[in-house]
């Protein structure tokens, strides 16, 4: 894309009152071709815009003017060993899978490593992507979860696709990034901002961002220096499920964002899948809602991959970490006791008949191990990894 041409796109998408819906008309009218929009006549123009919004298109504002230069300093200019770009509806990199949603973005901006834009090589995975998403608050079995089955669908050929956010999001990027693949095998994972791409959000994400894009791609609709506004993040989540032939919910309470994710992967009549939890868990109620809904119910990968046949090549599974010393008899009996619903200690106490100081130095014991989380407001929470 040369500067005329990004200069075209970017007075189309931010020039004000002109949404998306009404832009695709634009380009439809003008054969698809930006540059040739900015080259009709203001009495054609007036067919299809009201007077306000044709004067804003065929302006160019000082801001407008300030985004070109930043958004062109920004793909002439990447760190070294990576790549930025603009993707635009009509280049035959925009994603396919995403081109076929009812509402497409007009563009996206890209980074990720320069190998993954090498003249030939398919930006996008082409039919093997799973997003995942869940919770900002999961519970400590929700966050190993996640990543345990982003890692096992990664090294099973699958892109992960998600938002960055903290919870859920983050372990299954996290988890992608742990698979090997073969060096041709496209994008480990993918994060889909809220935010421009100069903008990492959350701060707390901004180190998984740079390990995502020397392995993955970063994905915007939003142009360079636009922050974190809320109304953008739920707009995200459709460019989420567009990216991906299914939509896997970790954890997810009633009122979730995750839940729309799902509902608009069921609308675009792409797979949904959820995995369920205890049913004292606010957590577990937005998958169980989908699961009623008819959402695939999931324990481990294999169940994914069965759903999406032929979208994984097959692979052997990634090994299992080294088993730890064997549980002695005592904490058999205290993880029997703990079952798989968080506790306190009163109800530990209760169930076991061992006092206080035996069971802290226990679950201490199993903690350190890994079979055991401590939760916010003492309770205690046995661990699966799998």
């Known amino acids: 894309m040369d500067r005329d041409e990004l200069s075209a796109w970017l007075r189309l998408t931010l020039a004000p009152g002109i949404g998306r819906a009404l832009a695709r008309r634009l380009l439809r009218h003008c054969g698809s071709s930006v540059q040739a929009l900015f080259e009709q006549s203001p009495a054609d123009l007036g067919a299809l815009l009201n007077p306000a919004q044709r004067a804003a298109l065929l302006a160019v504002s000082p801001a407008q003017r300030a985004a070109i ?16 770009a603009v993707v635009a509806m009509g280049d035959p990199r925009y994603p396919a899978s995403l081109l076929a949603t009812e509402d497409p973005p007009l563009l996206l901006y890209v980074a990720g490593p320069a190998s993954a834009f090498a003249p030939g ?123 991906a032939q299914g939509t896997l919910v970790v954890e997810a309470a009633l009122a ?15 797979e949904v899948f959820a995995i369920p939890g205890s049913i004292h868990a606010p957590q577990s109620q937005g998958c169980h809602a989908l699961l009623r809904q008819g959402a695939k119910l999931v324990e481990t990968a294999q169940d994914v991959l069965e759903e999406l046949q032929g979208l994984a090549p097959q692979r052997p599974a990634p090994a299992k970490a080294p088993a730890g010393p064997p549980e002695t008899a005592a904490e058999r009996t205290l993880l029997a006791a703990l079952g798989y619903d968080p506790l306190g200690l009163d109800e530990l106490v209760a169930r076991t008949g061992w006092s206080a100081a035996q069971l802290q130095a226990a679950l201490l014991e199993l903690e350190l191990a890994g079979r055991v989380a401590r939760l916010a407001g003492g309770v205690f929470q046995r661990m699966e990894r799998g």
């Open 69 to 84: 230069d930043t958004c062109w300093q920004w793909l002439q200019a990447p760190p070294p060993g990576l790549a930025h």
């Open 121 to 243: 090589q398919a930006l996008f995975p082409q039919q093997r992507a799973l997003a995942m998403v869940g919770s900002r608050h999961p519970s400590a079995q929700g966050l190993l979860d996640a990543e345990r089955l982003a890692h096992e669908l990664g090294a099973a050929g699958l892109c992960i696709v998600s938002g960055m956010a903290l919870g859920i999001d983050g372990a299954a990027h996290a988890g992608a990034l742990r698979a090997a693949r073969a060096p041709d095998a496209g994008p480990a994972t993918i994060a889909v901002w809220g935010t421009g791409l100069d903008q990492p959000y959350p701060r707390r994400h901004a180190a998984l961002a740079q390990r995502i894009v020397r392995a993955g791609l970063l994905v915007s609709e939003y142009p360079l220096g636009t922050p974190p506004l809320a109304a953008h993040f739920p707009q995200r989540n459709r460019i989420i499920a567009g990216l």
């Open 256 to 270: 979730s964002g995750s839940l729309i994710t799902a509902r608009l992967a069921a609308e675009q009549g792409r």
